[in-house]
């Protein structure tokens, strides 16, 4: 076995709070930032505040790894993957990386916006050290994937997000980089792209190139990767080959942000359209319901707060998960037809939903607040910064004899069986 692809020894990166930084600059700019980072190296600069989004990381990849990266928002993901993509460089520390690497960190990476996307897909095959034989090669399959054949020759600039990310993942995946690395911008795509990407980074995987993946959908994390790194406030917490080990501690280390089966919003969590007061799993008389509770108990999810802008595309609801991540279902009040949707309002606004009773096992779950303006902005997104509280749920779970403790499955429902002949 040859030396990993990827060695990641004692890295750290700092920033200072007013730090200027600039998405492109000249190369005297370069060199300018250069000879002060060196500076800022031997000492705090007097009256800014040093923040260290990485600390003293440590861990290997090997050839043909698919990793996934997981941790709260603001535990240093972003900035491992463009330390070692060479966006950004280490403070102190160092990032050896073995092989060609293409990067999706950000709508538009690496992409001149006066550029066509034709122009930018050899703009991208040169700067990955690809000669213009090979990246002709790969051309017609890289619009096909992206599905942008009618604008290929429109300047970039005039491309939406949407457009943005599926050449940029195209490019980054088809040009046959050794190491691919993504963050989470593959959200900004459709369902359906998001899908065809999942199954393109599973294809590289296969032929034994590295994918390195920043996510918050631990689903998708659990079924395309081999080995999980989890970080936690700029620190490595594990690297491990046990993905659903690693899940199932970030999860458990996340509980401590629940607050059982009732959340109430302590000013902490703000919003542009509808600003979160409570959500908790009630009873019929509205107080929070004791767990663990049963599966034939009626109970309700509700949710409180403050409409600030009746957006018609504002969606309120909740996301319902096993204790390890795996989703079960999602509900808003815009399920059913739109005719029977009930306006929202300016105003304090109080909903509920009634959980559906024989549905679930016995076990934990988890709740999750969710809100947004439909297909636009997330506002409160389940597995990045919902709200999220408990349900346990314990028997009965049926009236036969042969089932009063847990059945094998996630779900427990109760079916009705006719004999027809």
């Known amino acids: 076995m040859g030396p990993p692809v990827i060695e990641v020894r004692g890295l750290s990166k700092a920033y200072w709070i007013g730090e200027r930084r600039a998405a492109y600059g000249t190369l005297r700019d370069a060199i300018t930032q250069s000879v002060q980072r060196l500076r800022r190296l031997s000492r705090t600069p007097t009256g800014r505040e040093q923040i260290w989004a990485l600390r003293d990381v440590s861990f290997d990849v090997r050839a043909g790894d698919a990793v996934g990266i997981i941790g709260r928002n603001g535990s240093g993901k972003s ?99 050794e190491i691919l690395v993504v963050d989470e911008v593959l959200a900004v795509g459709d369902i359906a792209f998001q899908r065809k990407c999942i199954g393109k980074m599973s294809e590289v995987a296969g032929e034994g190139r590295t994918v390195l993946f920043v996510s918050h959908n631990h689903n998708v994390v659990r079924q395309l990767c081999s080995r999980l790194v989890y970080l936690d406030e700029g620190r490595l917490v594990m ?52 767990m663990p509770v049963h599966n034939d108990a009626e109970l309700w999810v509700e949710i409180e707060g403050e409409v600030l802008d009746a957006d018609p595309l504002l969606t309120i609801g909740y996301a319902l998960s096993t204790e390890d991540g795996q989703p079960l279902y999602w509900s808003y009040q815009t399920d059913v037809a739109e005719a029977s949707w009930t306006p929202l309002r300016p105003g304090r606004l109080t909903m509920r939903s009634k959980l559906p009773k024989r549905l679930l096992n016995q076990g934990d779950y988890r709740v999750e607040l969710i809100s947004s303006l439909h297909m636009r902005e997330w506002h409160l997104q389940p597995g990045v910064n919902a709200p999220t509280i408990e349900l346990s749920v314990d028997g009965p779970l049926s009236e036969s004899p042969y089932w009063i403790v847990q059945r094998p499955g996630t779900l427990a429902p109760i079916l009705e069986w006719e004999i027809v002949q």
Do not use: C
Not at 120 to 129: M, R, V
Not at 251 to 279: C, K, M, Y
């Open 79 to 177: 900035t491992l993957l463009k330390i070692l993509s060479r966006i950004a460089v280490p403070t102190t520390g160092s990032a050896v990386i073995r092989g060609r690497v293409g990067s999706l960190l950000e709508v538009g990476t690496g992409f001149h916006l006066e550029l066509t996307g034709r122009e930018n897909i050899f703009l991208n095959g040169a700067i990955l050290g690809m000669r213009g034989r090979e990246i002709r090669r790969k051309f017609d399959e890289i619009v096909e994937f992206a599905g942008i054949e009618r604008f290929i020759d429109t300047p970039v600039k005039f491309y939406s997000s949407g457009m943005h990310v599926r050449l940029a993942f195209s490019v980054a995946a088809h040009l046959e980089p």
């Open 239 to 290: 690297a491990t080959d046990d993905v659903a080990e690693g899940i199932h501690a970030y999860l458990t280390a996340q509980e401590g942000h629940s607050e059982g089966s009732e959340w109430v919003n302590d000013g902490s969590v703000s919003g542009s359209h509808f600003v979160p007061a409570r959500i908790a799993i009630v009873t019929g008389s509205g107080s929070a319901a004791r």
